[in-house]
């Protein structure tokens, strides 16, 4: 075979090749964008099944001053509710026209969030209907038990929009992992708001029949009133754990400030006087105008982190088609580079070399007087293209050779740095990097801490449901250890049921979140045993923070003796080092 053949062949194999390579770079890019598009469309709507949500918990306003309006005052409760229900239904319209109009069918999901708001409306309007029918009554004719029948009906329309949110925040996440958190402060948000509007809704019987609250109506305000509490500080901790926006911060104030500094005081007031006597001193209606503002500060904190999420959402879509256009770009610029390349090496490489072949086989015949001629393709190439073969094939034979040998280099290191059980890095391998990690710190004078966490009564998990549990229970703690570490981060299993955590640029405060939200993750988890019963895992935690100590094993001390404390303290709780 001429060499120019064979030059012709190899650079067809290789432009299949460039373009098998580009086109799977494109190709890559484009899923990021479609999925980056996507996650933007699904976040919008759930920003809509949000305000579903709102909508209906609003209306349980003027649904609750109608049930205890007198003849007087129904004209204007009539009114209020009118525009109440106007903007559920608006809501609920909007949200069904946008998953009409957007679909995805790669989410078996979607189908029934349109049927679960179909059917949605469908109950809206049966809760509605008994609501008027009640309030057709004379006041002195309502019914304690009918009118909280009315409300619990009305409250239990939000689990069809609980259920819209589930599906479209978990579309949205497999979209988009990145807006996981945002979306789940966002969800937080929205529940401290129902369960705000649900404490004020138990008091409408009681105030519409003039009543002292019932044992199990205080039951509920508690436990609501707890409920909420939780999502405030969840929510404090998912925001202010990590760095984020002033904005976020400033609307969490206003929740602490106008909520919980105005309106649980204004709910304790009511509870006090429910608790003695039923004279409130105010209508179901009036409690409505007085305590349904200071639940909007909720709502506007679930808008920014909605906001500030597709703001997120968008810029990363946006920038995924930035990338697509310059994967796109870079392909065809290197197409051209490469048809470039090629006119340039037959020009001044292979051509020159099959003349010169010949004239070297010519010469090697001792056939002196052979004339140059012009060149053309020929197979005089045939004997230096052996000599090349062989060379070509002897190189190839050490370069796998020497692959071989630093793959099996490789392997060997990372077997070596890595826990067998949980995959996570082992004490050696962290005392390496970790070293390295504390000279840096050492040096600027940067924050560093180091948590310390054991898993309470390990040895007695072992000892009662056998080895086997034990060590899916220290994987499932592993995997939750992954999932909350940032970039930069070092975990590693300590020993046995060990855990330790490196991070850099944190101080005290924020480690002290980083591991409150791990133990409640934790505490969160169960193990399935063989018997079909779970078990519960906790853990304990030590955390310390770089304060001029003079080694890395000094930090993992203090970190140690704080793991002492919360053991002593009863375990499952968090302790700082001092």
Known sequence: MSLKRLFWLVSIALMSLFLMLTAGQVATQWNVYRHGAESVRVVRQLQLALRVMETISVERGPTNGLLGASAAETPAALEKLAQARLN????????????????????????????????????????????????????????????????????????????????????????DPVLRDGIASARLAASLREYAGQ??????????????????????????????????????????????????????????????????????????????????????????????PKM?????????????????????????GMLLLGAIALALAGLAVFCLLLRIIHTRIVAPVVEA??????????????????????????????????????????IALEKEREALITQLQATSDTDFLTGLM???????????????????????????????????????????????????????????????????????EEFLMLLPHTDKAQAIGVAEKLRLAIASQTVALVSGETLQLSASFGVAAYDNDNSLEALIWRADQALYNAKNNGRNQVQPAF
């Open 88 to 175: 559920s239904d608006r809501s609920i319209a909007a949200l069904l026209d946008d998953l009409n109009a957007h679909p995805h069918p790669a989410y078996a999901n979607y189908p029934a969030i349109a049927a679960g708001m179909i059917t949605l409306r469908t109950e809206l309007a049966a809760a509605r209907q008994n609501v008027d029918k009640l309030a057709g009554q004379p006041l002195a004719a309502r019914d304690s038990d009918q009118i909280s029948d009315a409300v619990n009906r009305m409250i239990a329309l939000i689990g069809r929009t609980l259920l819209a949110t589930t599906d479209l925040s978990a579309i949205a996440i497999s979209a």
């Open 199 to 292: 404490i004020g809704s138990v008091f409408t019987a009681a105030i519409a029949t003039r009543r002292p609250l019932r044992s199990s109506e205080v039951i509920a305000i508690a436990k609501l009133t707890g409920r909420a509490e939780q999502m405030r500080l969840i929510l404090d901790l998912q925001l202010r754990s990590y760095k984020s926006p002033p904005a976020l911060r400033s609307a969490l104030d206003d929740v602490d400030s106008l909520y919980f500094g105005e309106g649980v005081p204004l709910l304790n007031r009511l509870l006090d006087i429910g608790l003695h006597s039923g004279d409130y001193g105010m209508s179901t209606g009036e409690l409505a105008t007085r305590y349904v």
């Open 296 to 320: 909007k500060s909720i709502i506007v904190l679930r808008d920014e982190i909605m906001d500030e999420t597709l703001d997120s959402a968008r810029a990363r879509a946006h920038r995924a």
């Open 357 to 398: 072949t010949r004239l070297f086989a010519a010469l090697a015949n001792d056939e002196l007087d052979t004339p140059i001629p012009a060149l053309r393709g020929v197979e005089e190439i045939s004997n230096l293209f052996r000599a090349m073969a062989v060379f070509k094939a002897g190189s190839i034979s050490r």
């Open 426 to 496: 082992n004490r050696r391998a962290f005392f390496t990097q970790g070293e390295a990690l504390f000279a840096v710190t050492q040096r600027y004078q940067s924050d560093l801490a180091l948590i310390l966490m054991d898993v309470d009564h390990f040895k007695r998990v072992n000892d009662d449901y056998g080895h086997q549990t034990g060590d899916m229970a220290l994987q499932q703690v592993a995997t939750l250890c992954r999932q909350m570490h940032r970039k930069g981060d070092i975990v590693v299993r300590y020993g046995g």
